[in-house]
């Protein structure tokens, strides 16, 4: 079971058309049905697409015991509502790669906010069980966490199914960020951290890393998406506060309190 992935293998494709906005209207079934994610690259290996997050290599990687038997934890998740994770590429030219299967359909995002979708009951509510599953199984398995829910990681496939991914990388990343391993190649978009638990945000430099996360914080961020889908609109639009003012929240929260509160219920 392999997970190193060595950069000849890799063909990043660029995709021109990402950044292409679709013209409204009222779409018949064969258009929701032939929905396509706008990403602005995937990659290709051997016959298998996959997306990937890629960062610059700053200095020479050593995964010690325990990091190595927890990559082999990500290579062994399977389950219905998961993306495979493919593997990583790494100390192998100038860039890092973390790479998952491609779901080349739309994000839960796309649907959720796209006005011409019917977004009724069947599919809430169909939507919102497959993250569960999602979720309990890597809850219950050892990687533990997912790290990064959001509506953006949560794909629907061609079948109509659910599958979360990105997941169990945040720590990884975060780590490997703070030794100075790795850098972010651009800015990390704010919008990434809207559903993250703001207690998880302390001591992050925003824009430049990812939260470590757990699997409380997994329960913040599925609140944050049952509400995005109940209302369609972004976390904070009914707020008065800015960029600053939502991450300033996470200074002000008793974290131990919140923890104990949790273990107790």
Known sequence: MHWKIVRTAIKVIENKQSSVKGKGGNPDATTLSSKRRQIPAYAILETTKAEFIALKHMSHIRFGKDELNYIMDLKR????????????????????????????????????????????????????????????????????????LSLANCLIDANWVLKLTNFGVTKLLHNLIESNNLKVIENIPFELYYAIAPEHLQGVALGKSYP??????????????????????????????????????????????????????
């Not at 599953?133 to 533990?144: D, F, I, N, Q, W």
């Open 77 to 148: 998740i399977n389950h219905d509502n998961l993306t495979n994770f493919i593997g990583i590429c790494y100390n192998d030219g100038d860039k890092f790669y973390i790479l998952h299967n491609l779901v080349e359909r739309a994000s839960l995002e796309d649907y959720v906010f796209d006005i011409d979708f019917k977004l009724d009951e069947t599919f809430r509510s169909a939507f919102l069980r497959d993250i569960l599953k999602g979720l309990a199984y890597l809850h219950k398995s050892p990687v533990g966490y997912h790290g990064l």
């Open 212 to 265: 470590r996360g757990d699997h409380y914080g997994d329960l913040y961020s599925f609140g944050i998406i049952l509400y995005q889908i109940l209302f369609r609109i972004g976390p904070y639009e009914k707020t008065t506060y800015g960029h600053k003012g939502i991450f300033d929240l996470g200074n002000c929260l008793p974290r131990q309190k919140i923890l104990r509160f949790f273990d107790k219920n």
